[in-house]
């Protein structure tokens, strides 16, 4: 059986059309129509990844992903009008894995929700050891959780994706556009600003367990991972 996917959108032609293609693609899906029904759902039941759209009723959909980050780390695409990057912008920062504008193409849809997936798993089968180290930092790809001196660090999934990249390169500038193939698994594309979303985020988890200044910016040239500290 393939991947559980919970579409969580009130448009129900929409939910309808993408539960085709994706079953037709190898996922198995459920959709909520209600962003309160949704919160409470993900409470109970289990799924490998959420779609979950901007605009709900009941609770908006930022609130609904704001809610979900408080218990679960499950991957979650957002689907966000298109231009609006303010939307796209809050909802990474509340800890969304990626995003895609609507009217999307279900094809690639089902691309995204593949590589948020493929990257977790091919973090597991690729590593040579499961504990990467790098000064205080430590990084498990077993259960994919990530420590500061010693201390969780509450990485989203995608959040653990840039960090072990950043890590495993710890010392060398990293390039936006390898972070983006390798932490997303898409190309970096024109005025995406995901990559530098997530490194904020994980910047500030760093930094509140005294991880200052750890993750540098190379301007024009990318990111670096330094072992101090």
Same mark, same amino acid.
């Given at each position: 059986?393939?991947?559980?996917?919970?579409?969580?959108?009130?448009?129900?032609?929409?939910?309808?059309?993408?539960?085709?293609?994706?079953?037709?693609?190898?996922?198995?899906?459920?959709?909520?129509?209600?962003?309160?029904?949704?919160?409470?759902?993900?409470?109970?039941?289990?799924?490998?990844?959420?779609?979950?759209?901007?605009?709900?009723?009941?609770?908006?959909?930022?609130?609904?992903?704001?809610?979900?980050?408080?218990?679960?780390?499950?991957?979650?695409?957002?689907?966000?009008?298109?231009?609006?990057?303010?939307?796209?912008?809050?909802?990474?920062?509340?800890?969304?894995?990626?995003? &895609?504008?609507?009217?999307?193409?279900? @094809?690639? =849809?089902? #691309?995204?929700? *593949?590589? /948020?997936?493929?990257?977790?798993?091919?973090?597991?089968?690729?590593?040579?050891?499961?504990?990467?180290?790098?000064?205080?930092?430590?990084?498990?790809?077993?259960?994919?959780?990530?420590?500061?001196?010693?201390?969780?660090?509450?990485?989203?999934?995608?959040?653990?994706?840039?960090?072990?990249?950043?890590?495993?390169?710890?010392?060398?500038?990293?390039?936006?556009?390898? &972070?983006?193939?390798?932490?997303?698994? @898409?190309? =970096?594309? #024109?005025?995406? *600003?995901? /990559?530098?979303?997530?490194?904020?985020?994980?910047?500030?988890?760093?930094?509140?367990?005294?991880?200052?200044?750890?993750?540098?910016?190379?301007?024009?040239?990318?990111?670096?991972?330094?072992?101090?500290?």
């Amino acid at each position: 059986m393939g991947a559980n996917v919970l579409i969580i959108d009130d448009d129900r032609e929409l939910c309808a059309l993408l539960s085709d293609f994706l079953s037709l693609e190898g996922f198995t899906t459920q959709a909520i129509h209600d962003g309160t029904e949704a919160v409470a759902h993900c409470r109970n039941q289990d799924h490998d990844a959420i779609v979950l759209d901007i605009m709900l009723p009941g609770l908006q959909g930022l609130d609904v992903l704001r809610q979900i980050r408080q218990f679960s780390n499950i991957p979650i695409l957002m689907l966000t009008a298109r231009g609006e990057d303010t939307d796209r912008i809050l909802g990474l920062e509340l800890g969304a894995d990626d995003y &895609l504008p609507k009217p999307c193409n279900p @094809r690639e =849809l089902a #691309a995204r929700i *593949r590589a /948020i997936l493929r990257r977790g798993n091919l973090l597991v089968d690729e590593a040579p050891t499961p504990v990467l180290q790098a000064g205080k930092t430590a990084m498990n790809t077993a259960d994919r959780s990530a420590m500061y001196d010693g201390i969780d660090l509450q990485l989203t999934s995608t959040e653990f994706n840039v960090l072990h990249v950043l890590v495993t390169n710890a010392g060398t500038v990293v390039s936006k556009e390898l &972070l983006s193939e390798q932490a997303l698994g @898409r190309a =970096l594309s #024109a005025y995406d *600003r995901s /990559i530098d979303v997530h490194i904020s985020k994980i910047r500030r988890k760093l930094a509140a367990l005294g991880g200052d200044n750890l993750i540098v910016s190379v301007r024009g040239s990318g990111y670096q991972f330094r072992t101090g500290s």
